[in-house]
């Protein structure tokens, strides 16, 4: 990517994290060099924010960024959580917890019932599992 290039960033949504007491994920998307990016940034309160974690993409060059250790349960996870999504909303209860939060749109949900409430109400849609290619790092 070009040095000094200028990114025009588009949307941004945040929501608590359970890492630390005042931690957050924020997640930004916008246009980079004439490509899409997105950046998840997972930032945990010492008396000032750090950076805990940050994922950064630019386009869809690489589909499946994982490291070799995860890929496996990344696979695993997406493929549940989609097909599931796509056939019965109400068991994707098991995994969200008391201090799970959920944000879709403008809506932020916090805990696994209302989380779990609010998923039938979503659009619906029909996954592809063969659109999973696990690359690893």
Not at 23 to 44: D, N
Not at 61 to 78: C, G, H, L, R, Y
Not at 91 to 109: G, K, V
């Amino acid at each position: 990517l070009p040095p000094g290039s200028m990114h025009r960033i588009v949307t941004v949504d945040a929501q608590p994290s359970v890492v630390g007491s005042g931690a957050l994920l924020v997640f930004v998307t916008g246009e980079y060099v004439g490509q899409q990016f997105s950046e998840v940034f997972q930032l945990v309160n010492s008396g000032s924010y750090y950076i805990h974690n940050d994922i950064f993409r630019v386009g869809n060059t690489n589909a499946f960024n994982v490291p070799e250790a995860a890929k496996d349960v990344a696979k695993q996870f997406i493929e549940f959580y989609y097909s599931t999504y796509s056939s019965n909303r109400a068991a994707l209860l098991n995994i969200y917890r008391p201090n799970s939060c959920y944000s879709f749109e403008q809506t932020q949900l916090q805990g696994a019932q209302d989380i779990a409430n609010k998923l039938p109400q979503l659009p619906g849609f029909r996954h592809d599992p063969t659109s999973i290619t696990a690359k690893p790092w």
